[in-house]
């Protein structure tokens, strides 16, 4: 498998950029997620399973059964890739 293939494998699935994306402003709450990017509450739960498995984020102890995560370093290292990203797709419109 290329180094490619290996990093679409992890964040490569609907979602999952996007998720990281919005989480590179800090700590967020999985309700959070869900209602400021509109992923559906499976989706996400999943998506963050995920993400929690390769390393990319963590999940934060909260009170009241509430979940948060926040990225790992290996999450944070996706800053520079999903900036470029953004900026090719504004290139694009």
């Avoid at 709450?29 to 390393?55: H, I, K, W, Y």
């Avoid at 009170?63 to 990203?85: E, F, M, Q, S, V």
């Amino acid at each position: 498998m290329s180094d490619l293939a290996a990093a679409l494998d992890v964040v490569g699935a609907r979602w999952a950029l996007l998720i990281v994306e919005r989480m590179l402003e800090g700590p967020q709450r999985s309700c959070d997620l869900q209602r400021d990017l509109g992923v559906p509450t499976n989706m996400l739960a999943t998506r963050l399973r995920e993400l929690e498995a390769a390393g990319v984020l963590t999940r934060l102890p909260l009170r009241h059964n509430t979940r948060a995560y926040a990225l790992t370093d290996r999450g944070l290292a996706l800053r520079d890739a999903i900036a470029a990203l953004g900026r090719w797709g504004d290139e694009e419109s």
